[in-house]
């Protein structure tokens, strides 16, 4: 655990919701959280939905953001699904859309694996997903971005594995500079 807390004071300005309002974790005095709650609520830059690849909607949290976002952000994700992504977004990639009507701005939308049917590559897909999405943060000039647990819920990700990947994956990608200017 010691390990895995030293590796979040590496992130700069971004607010980090690793786990699915009862318990707060501040570091870097306030710059960086781990919250439980409602991630539609969350007043940021950009939530990330943990989408199908569809992107048309679902259970979950992909659920919760397309009801409380309201139809712009299936019109967005028509929109992409149209001429971006035609099969539908690949596991381990990430596109922004708009929040509609969330509190957040923009809403990143990435496909985690589904735990035992990657062919032993789940580990690299779901840490690919917070690459991205972070990656997507920086390109648009987003500050705060807060993060569902992705895959652990109907995906089936053991939540120990994906805590362990998911800080691993965003240590890495704020320690390589991630072309983050905060």
Same mark, same amino acid.
Not at 44 to 64: E, F, M, T
């Given at each position: 655990? &010691?390990?895995?807390?030293?590796?979040?004071?590496?992130?700069?300005?971004?607010?980090?919701?690793?786990?699915?309002? &009862?318990?707060?974790?501040?570091?870097l005095e306030g710059r960086v959280r781990v919250t439980l709650g409602d991630i539609?609520? &969350?007043?940021?830059?950009?939530?990330?939905?943990?989408?199908?690849?569809?992107?048309?909607?679902?259970?979950?949290?992909?659920?919760?953001?397309?009801?409380a976002g309201g139809p712009a952000i299936l019109e967005a994700c028509r929109e992409?699904?149209?001429?971006?992504?035609?099969?539908?977004?690949?596991?381990?990639?990430?596109?922004?859309?708009?929040?509609?009507?969330?509190?957040?701005?923009?809403?990143?939308?990435?496909?985690?694996?589904?735990?035992?049917?990657?062919?032993?590559?789940?580990?690299?897909?779901?840490?690919?997903?917070?690459r991205q999405s972070l990656a997507l943060a920086v390109e648009h000039s987003l500050?705060?971005?807060?993060?569902?647990?992705?895959?652990?819920?109907?995906?089936?990700?053991?939540?120990?594995?994906?805590?362990?990947?998911?800080?691993?994956?965003?240590?890495?990608?704020?320690?390589?500079?991630?072309?983050?200017?905060?």
């Open positions: 655990m &010691q390990d895995y807390r030293a590796r979040r004071a590496h992130f700069r300005g971004l607010v980090i919701n690793l786990l699915p309002e &009862q318990t707060k974790t501040v570091f539609t609520k &969350q007043d940021v830059d950009a939530i990330v939905n943990a989408a199908n690849s569809s992107l048309l909607g679902g259970g979950g949290v992909d659920g919760a953001i397309h009801r992409i699904r149209r001429t971006l992504y035609t099969e539908g977004l690949p596991t381990g990639e990430a596109v922004i859309t708009t929040a509609g009507e969330l509190p957040a701005r923009h809403v990143i939308h990435t496909v985690g694996p589904v735990w035992g049917r990657e062919g032993g590559r789940e580990a690299g897909l779901l840490a690919s997903c917070y500050v705060s971005v807060a993060f569902p647990f992705i895959s652990t819920g109907a995906y089936g990700y053991p939540l120990a594995e994906a805590a362990a990947v998911s800080s691993e994956a965003i240590a890495r990608f704020m320690e390589s500079g991630g072309g983050l200017s905060v």
